[in-house]
Protein backbone atom coordinates (compact mmCIF):
# COMPACT_ATOMS: atom_id res chain seq x y z
CA UNK A 1 0.00 0.00 0.00
CA UNK A 2 2.49 2.47 0.73
CA UNK A 3 3.79 2.38 -3.16
CA UNK A 4 0.41 3.24 -4.13
CA UNK A 5 0.38 5.89 -1.56
CA UNK A 6 3.42 7.36 -2.91
CA UNK A 7 2.22 7.05 -6.25
CA UNK A 8 -1.50 9.11 -5.17
CA UNK A 9 0.83 11.84 -3.52
CA UNK A 10 3.29 12.45 -6.49
CA UNK A 11 -0.29 12.58 -8.83
CA UNK A 12 -1.29 15.41 -6.29
CA UNK A 13 1.55 16.81 -6.91
CA UNK A 14 1.48 16.99 -10.08
CA UNK A 15 5.17 15.29 -10.54
CA UNK A 16 5.37 14.41 -14.49
CA UNK A 17 7.30 11.46 -13.57
CA UNK A 18 4.44 10.10 -11.49
CA UNK A 19 1.57 10.88 -13.86
CA UNK A 20 3.90 9.16 -17.07
CA UNK A 21 4.64 5.99 -14.88
CA UNK A 22 0.72 5.60 -14.28
CA UNK A 23 0.11 6.35 -17.78
CA UNK A 24 2.53 3.95 -19.13
CA UNK A 25 1.40 1.10 -16.91
CA UNK A 26 -2.69 1.57 -16.96
CA UNK A 27 -3.16 3.26 -20.83
CA UNK A 28 -3.06 -0.13 -22.59
CA UNK A 29 -5.76 -1.89 -20.01
CA UNK A 30 -8.01 1.38 -20.11
CA UNK A 31 -7.65 1.61 -23.84
CA UNK A 32 -8.25 -2.53 -23.29
CA UNK A 33 -11.40 -1.51 -20.94
CA UNK A 34 -12.82 1.08 -23.20
CA UNK A 35 -12.81 -0.52 -26.62
CA UNK A 36 -14.79 -3.79 -25.58
CA UNK A 37 -17.17 -1.34 -23.92
CA UNK A 38 -17.72 0.75 -26.73
CA UNK A 39 -16.52 -1.50 -30.22
CA UNK A 40 -14.44 1.03 -31.90
CA UNK A 41 -10.58 1.46 -31.56
CA UNK A 42 -10.53 5.25 -32.20
CA UNK A 43 -13.07 6.11 -30.12
CA UNK A 44 -11.78 3.94 -27.47
CA UNK A 45 -8.34 5.95 -27.82
CA UNK A 46 -9.84 8.87 -27.50
CA UNK A 47 -12.15 8.20 -24.50
CA UNK A 48 -9.07 6.49 -23.02
CA UNK A 49 -6.98 10.07 -23.46
CA UNK A 50 -10.22 11.39 -21.85
CA UNK A 51 -9.80 9.38 -19.23
CA UNK A 52 -6.35 10.45 -18.45
CA UNK A 53 -6.85 13.89 -19.07
CA UNK A 54 -10.34 13.92 -16.34
CA UNK A 55 -8.12 12.27 -13.87
CA UNK A 56 -5.36 15.35 -14.64
CA UNK A 57 -8.16 17.97 -13.91
CA UNK A 58 -9.67 15.86 -10.85
CA UNK A 59 -6.53 14.73 -8.83
CA UNK A 60 -6.89 17.65 -6.42
CA UNK A 61 -9.77 16.32 -5.32
CA UNK A 62 -8.72 12.91 -4.88
CA UNK A 63 -8.43 11.92 -0.94
CA UNK A 64 -5.84 8.97 -0.52
CA UNK A 65 -8.36 6.06 1.49
CA UNK A 66 -6.11 2.75 0.47
CA UNK A 67 -7.89 2.55 -2.80
CA UNK A 68 -5.62 1.54 -5.49
CA UNK A 69 -4.95 4.32 -7.86
CA UNK A 70 -5.86 2.12 -10.82
CA UNK A 71 -9.61 1.24 -8.75
CA UNK A 72 -9.64 5.17 -9.64
CA UNK A 73 -8.98 5.42 -13.43
CA UNK A 74 -10.79 2.54 -13.63
CA UNK A 75 -14.22 4.49 -12.19
CA UNK A 76 -13.18 7.19 -13.86
CA UNK A 77 -13.55 5.27 -17.03
CA UNK A 78 -16.31 3.92 -16.06
CA UNK A 79 -18.06 7.13 -15.26
CA UNK A 80 -17.22 8.19 -19.03
CA UNK A 81 -18.22 5.48 -21.12
CA UNK A 82 -21.95 6.09 -18.99
CA UNK A 83 -21.85 9.51 -19.73
CA UNK A 84 -20.14 9.05 -23.63
CA UNK A 85 -22.90 6.27 -24.18
CA UNK A 86 -26.05 8.91 -22.94
CA UNK A 87 -24.59 11.79 -25.25
CA UNK A 88 -23.51 10.51 -28.12
CA UNK A 89 -25.89 7.30 -29.03
CA UNK A 90 -22.98 5.53 -29.84
CA UNK A 91 -23.39 2.50 -32.18
CA UNK A 92 -21.80 -0.89 -30.45
CA UNK A 93 -19.50 -1.86 -33.51
CA UNK A 94 -18.06 -5.72 -33.05
CA UNK A 95 -14.72 -5.18 -31.74
CA UNK A 96 -12.46 -7.27 -33.16
CA UNK A 97 -8.29 -6.90 -31.69
CA UNK A 98 -6.69 -6.46 -34.88
CA UNK A 99 -3.32 -7.25 -32.72
CA UNK A 100 -4.77 -10.67 -31.97
CA UNK A 101 -4.98 -11.96 -35.48
CA UNK A 102 -0.76 -12.82 -36.61
CA UNK A 103 -0.33 -11.66 -40.06
CA UNK A 104 1.63 -14.79 -40.39
CA UNK A 105 -0.99 -17.13 -39.89
CA UNK A 106 -3.09 -18.69 -42.84
CA UNK A 107 -6.39 -17.02 -43.89
CA UNK A 108 -8.13 -20.26 -42.51
CA UNK A 109 -6.75 -19.60 -39.18
CA UNK A 110 -7.48 -16.02 -39.29
CA UNK A 111 -11.39 -16.69 -39.98
CA UNK A 112 -11.50 -18.93 -37.14
CA UNK A 113 -10.07 -16.45 -35.17
CA UNK A 114 -12.59 -13.77 -35.99
CA UNK A 115 -15.31 -16.22 -35.39
CA UNK A 116 -14.72 -17.08 -31.97
CA UNK A 117 -13.84 -13.70 -31.07
CA UNK A 118 -17.23 -12.44 -32.63
CA UNK A 119 -19.12 -14.99 -30.54
CA UNK A 120 -17.38 -14.10 -27.16
CA UNK A 121 -18.18 -10.88 -27.73
CA UNK A 122 -22.16 -11.76 -28.53
CA UNK A 123 -22.12 -13.45 -25.71
CA UNK A 124 -20.72 -10.94 -23.27
CA UNK A 125 -23.60 -8.59 -24.84
CA UNK A 126 -26.20 -10.97 -23.63
CA UNK A 127 -25.23 -11.02 -19.68
CA UNK A 128 -26.26 -8.59 -17.29
CA UNK A 129 -25.07 -4.94 -17.60
CA UNK A 130 -23.55 -5.85 -13.75
CA UNK A 131 -21.91 -9.39 -14.57
CA UNK A 132 -20.54 -7.49 -18.00
CA UNK A 133 -19.04 -4.70 -15.98
CA UNK A 134 -17.08 -7.19 -13.86
CA UNK A 135 -16.47 -9.50 -17.03
CA UNK A 136 -14.85 -6.54 -18.74
CA UNK A 137 -13.27 -4.91 -15.43
CA UNK A 138 -11.35 -8.23 -14.96
CA UNK A 139 -10.58 -9.77 -18.01
CA UNK A 140 -10.35 -6.75 -20.46
CA UNK A 141 -9.14 -4.08 -17.92
CA UNK A 142 -6.77 -6.74 -16.19
CA UNK A 143 -8.45 -5.60 -12.31
CA UNK A 144 -8.33 -7.82 -9.59
CA UNK A 145 -11.41 -8.47 -7.53
CA UNK A 146 -10.39 -6.23 -5.16
CA UNK A 147 -9.97 -3.77 -7.79
CA UNK A 148 -13.30 -4.39 -9.68
CA UNK A 149 -15.01 -4.29 -6.03
CA UNK A 150 -13.76 -0.78 -5.73
CA UNK A 151 -14.78 0.52 -9.05
CA UNK A 152 -18.58 -0.84 -9.01
CA UNK A 153 -19.21 -0.09 -5.80
CA UNK A 154 -19.78 -3.33 -4.85
CA UNK A 155 -18.35 -6.11 -2.22
CA UNK A 156 -15.32 -8.63 -2.57
CA UNK A 157 -18.09 -11.37 -2.31
CA UNK A 158 -20.38 -9.70 -4.79
CA UNK A 159 -17.98 -9.63 -7.29
CA UNK A 160 -17.13 -12.78 -7.25
CA UNK A 161 -20.91 -14.21 -7.46
CA UNK A 162 -21.17 -12.20 -10.16
CA UNK A 163 -18.20 -13.13 -12.28
CA UNK A 164 -19.20 -16.97 -11.59
CA UNK A 165 -22.34 -16.38 -12.36
CA UNK A 166 -21.30 -14.64 -15.83
CA UNK A 167 -18.64 -17.60 -17.01
CA UNK A 168 -21.29 -20.38 -16.15
CA UNK A 169 -23.72 -17.68 -18.65
CA UNK A 170 -21.09 -17.46 -20.49
CA UNK A 171 -19.95 -21.07 -20.98
CA UNK A 172 -23.71 -22.00 -21.63
CA UNK A 173 -23.83 -19.62 -24.40
CA UNK A 174 -20.49 -20.96 -25.99
CA UNK A 175 -21.05 -24.05 -25.96
CA UNK A 176 -25.12 -24.04 -27.06
CA UNK A 177 -23.84 -21.71 -30.13
CA UNK A 178 -21.00 -24.68 -31.11
CA UNK A 179 -23.50 -27.31 -30.44
CA UNK A 180 -25.83 -25.55 -33.32
CA UNK A 181 -23.00 -25.06 -35.75
CA UNK A 182 -22.23 -28.60 -35.43
CA UNK A 183 -26.26 -29.78 -36.22
CA UNK A 184 -25.72 -27.74 -39.61
Excluded: C
Excluded at 11 to 22: G, I, N, S, T, Y
Amino acid sequence: MGDEESTARGLQKRDPEAWAEVYEEYFPRVYRYIALRVGDKTEAEDLAGQVFLKALESISSFKWRGVPVSAWLFRIAHNHIIDYRRTSKAKLHLPLDESLVSTDADPVSEAERNSDISQVVQAVRQLTQAQRDVIELRFAGGLSTAEVAKVLGKSQGAVKVLQHSALIALRSKLSSGRNHEEEL
